[in-house]
């Protein structure tokens, strides 16, 4: 009965590749994110969907292309992967309050944890 | 970017000590949440406490919330060493882009047996 999954757990990738990590909720939620997590554990908003409209995109370089084909599911594709993309991306949910966005209590996928050498 | 603040950034603790964790912000909230991430672990979420309240408990957390001086606290009582983790606080600015967290940048928390 995982809530929030991602797949996949793992991604060891050369620099250059292309790869993609893809996300899942079966909570009925109405919002999505992505965020990186760093080596000091900094955690890094990246997108949100909500009922697949982008919301929330920081300042990301455009080798990160989101994709919420439905309100469950938000990939992550990223282009030409460098040194620096080596983080734990985490996939994150929650359902906004009615009329608005605010954010209450998200609910975190496990993580991919990705290597790029 | 704004971000809370977390301290200490490290705390070591006996089982069955009290720990108490500090969050400050910066700007006027809507709400601040608390999360705990295990090592290798996503966040799970702990506690949220709205702008007009002042003090939450769930089993042996308490947080307190004081926004005049835009800080928060996260007390475990009766540590174990299942507590060891990571904790954050997170907060929903009231004005601005409040469509996202800001977050700290954590406490580590150890609870040696």
């Known amino acids: 009965d995982t809530a929030v999954s991602q797949t996949p757990k793992y991604l060891v990738t050369q620099m250059g590749n292309d790869k993609s990590i893809k996300c899942e909720q079966n909570?009925?939620?109405?919002?999505m994110y992505w965020y990186k997590q760093d080596s000091k554990k900094f955690l890094k908003i990246m997108f949100s969907?909500?009922?697949?409209?982008?919301?929330i995109n920081e300042t990301v370089p455009n080798r990160f292309s989101p994709k919420s084909p439905d309100k469950a599911h938000l990939n992550l594709h990223i282009n030409s992967l460098e040194l620096g993309d080596s983080a734990v991306y985490f996939c994150a949910s929650s359902q906004s309050a009615r009329g608005g966005f605010d954010p209450y209590e998200q609910y975190f996928g496990p993580g991919t944890r990705l290597t790029v050498t | 970017s704004q971000q809370g603040e977390e301290d200490p950034q490290a705390l070591s603790i006996q089982e069955g000590e009290n720990a108490t964790m500090n969050c400050s912000y910066k700007t006027s909230i809507n709400n601040l949440q608390w999360y705990r991430q295990n090592s290798g672990r996503g966040l799970v979420h702990l506690i949220l406490?709205?702008?007009n309240e002042r003090e939450k408990h769930s089993g042996r957390l308490r947080v307190t919330l004081d926004t005049s001086k835009k800080s928060s606290s996260l007390l475990i009582t009766a540590s174990r060493a299942a507590d060891t983790a990571s904790y954050f606080c997170?907060?929903?600015?009231?004005?601005?882009?409040?469509?996202?967290?800001?977050w700290g940048l954590g406490t580590s928390l150890a609870v040696n047996p």
């Open positions: 406490i709205r702008s």
């Open positions: 997170a907060t929903v600015p009231r004005a601005g882009n409040n469509r996202k967290l800001i």
């Open positions: 909570l009925g939620h109405d919002t």
């Open positions: 969907y909500n009922n697949k409209e982008l919301i």
